[in-house]
């Protein structure tokens, strides 16, 4: 079954650091880009990063310099290290799949994860 | 920074057609997908390469382009289609979403 389960989530304090995990199961981390989307309480979805299947990654403007995305191919794993964040990073973040065959759609998306910044 | 506008409401009866819009600079050139997300859940892709249905997808969702508008619309709208829709599409190797649209079936 293709799935992605995000873990790491939590309360962390402004400057402080985190890292979210997402476990990839039912295909290969590397076969396709990798996103991560948040969306703030009560807000829309905010693409965050992504990994494309050679390894280049991109970044959203808000956390260029911040926040780097990883993978592991050996554990079929993908990450997303938040570094130095603030009050305005409050959001669940998605894992998600973004198709190469479906002409990049983000076609799975895991259950997302919660992550607080707070003082 | 790239920019994707949707109407922030739509109302639609049972039974009627419901149509979101989604505009963009040079949208025309770019592949639009569509996504509903119901209260407390992950989204769900229900259109993609402008008017392609994923499996499992029901067929009274469809997807257009003129344009620079992109259109999703739902035939036959079903109480069970309450939900907010995001469009979506590729900008200079970034993902960009339109602010979605909550969609109240009255």
């Known amino acids: 079954e293709v799935q992605l389960v995000e873990s790491g989530g939590g309360l962390i304090q402004p400057g402080g650091s985190l890292r979210l995990t997402c476990a990839v199961s039912?295909?290969?981390?590397?076969?396709?880009?990798m996103t991560w989307v948040r969306q703030a309480p009560g807000k829309g979805l905010e693409w965050v990063s992504v990994i494309y299947t050679g390894g280049t990654t991109n970044y959203a403007d808000s956390v260029k310099g911040r926040f780097i995305i990883s993978r592991d191919i050996s554990k079929n794993t993908l990450y997303l290290q938040m570094n130095t964040p603030r009050a305005e990073d409050t959001a669940v973040y998605y894992c998600a799949r973004s198709a190469v065959a479906m002409g990049n759609a983000i076609d799975i998306w895991g259950q997302g994860t919660m992550v607080t910044v707070s003082s | 920074s790239y920019e994707l506008t949707q109407a922030p409401s739509v109302s639609v009866s049972p039974g009627q057609t419901a149509s979101i819009a989604c505009s963009g600079d040079k949208l025309g050139d770019k592949f639009v997908c569509w996504y509903h997300q119901k209260s407390g859940q992950s989204p769900v892709l229900v259109i993609y390469q402008d008017a392609k249905r994923p499996s499992g997808i029901p067929e009274r969702f469809s997807g257009s382009k003129s344009g620079n508008t992109a259109t999703l619309t739902i035939s036959g709208t079903q109480a069970m289609d309450e939900a907010d829709y995001y469009c979506?599409?590729?900008?200079?190797?970034?993902?960009?979403f339109g602010g979605g649209t909550k969609l109240s079936v009255l």
């Open positions: 039912g295909f290969t981390v590397s076969s396709d880009y």
């Open positions: 979506q599409a590729w900008d200079s190797s970034t993902v960009v």
